[in-house]
């Protein structure tokens, strides 16, 4: 179990931090919470206003390929794939190799990427549709933070249920190291249910029986 930023060749979007998110009133917060039109392809204020594939995920795939020395004829699980487009990455630069997705989104499964038709599912994260022991290796980015903490639990019980190889996975949550970037946080929060130091996202890896690598998605000013 590592901490290891998967993440760092993805440009970062540049948001204006200085204010309380203006968006972030209790009727739009439903909204996202629902993922699904209005969240990828609304306006901004509910979620990413327009989530459109422009190969941004193409070194990060890269990186994922390297760092876990997939080969082509392994099976790969991105869970929380929205529209799929880490899933295309991976065989993009990985040909031969197995990728899947899930969501819970039926808009992003049914607006996904035409190299991916089929190999997304609509499900919950806590509930994967897969025997045991299904996938070589399995990421999850941005997702299991929209849990409570029971459910980011059984989520991360179920990668591991679902893997072959314990230690190839990885997940990326919402976190913050000092109490100024929580205070940001929770100006900006949409969908999170469940964030904190690493601290006690590492005590839930432990309780998880997680092994695999992590990293963390900080809000900085
Ligand atoms: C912030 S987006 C991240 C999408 C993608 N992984 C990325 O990094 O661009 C969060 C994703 O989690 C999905 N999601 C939310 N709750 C989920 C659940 N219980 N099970 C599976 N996916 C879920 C949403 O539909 C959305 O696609």
Known sequence: ???????ARLPQTKRNL??????????NIATACEFGQAYFDGPREVGYGG??????????AEDIVRHFGLQ??????????AKGFLVKDLMKVCPGLDVYGLDISEYAITHCEGEVVGRLHVGSADRLPFPDGTFDALISINTLH???????LRALR???RVSQARRKMFVQVDAYHTPAQ????????????????????IQLFKE?????DYYWTVLEQ
């Not at 179990?1 to 993440?7: F, G, I, T």
């Not at 200085?18 to 009727?27: D, K, L, S």
């Not at 940001?184 to 601290?199: E, G, I, R, S």
Request: charged letters at 25%; proline letters at 3%.
């Open 1 to 7: 179990m590592a901490e290891v930023n998967l993440l």
């Open 18 to 27: 200085q204010q309380r998110h203006e968006g972030q009133t209790a009727e």
């Open 51 to 60: 989530y459109r594939y422009d190969g941004r995920w193409i070194p990060i």
């Open 72 to 81: 082509a004829g392994q099976r790969v699980l991105d869970v929380g794939c």
């Open 146 to 152: 929209n849990f409570e903490r029971a459910g980011a």
């Open 158 to 160: 179920e990668l591991v």
């Open 182 to 201: 929580r205070e940001l946080f929770m100006n900006w929060v949409l969908t999170a249910k469940y964030h904190d130091y690493p601290k006690g996202w």
């Open 208 to 212: 998880a029986g997680y092994e695999g």
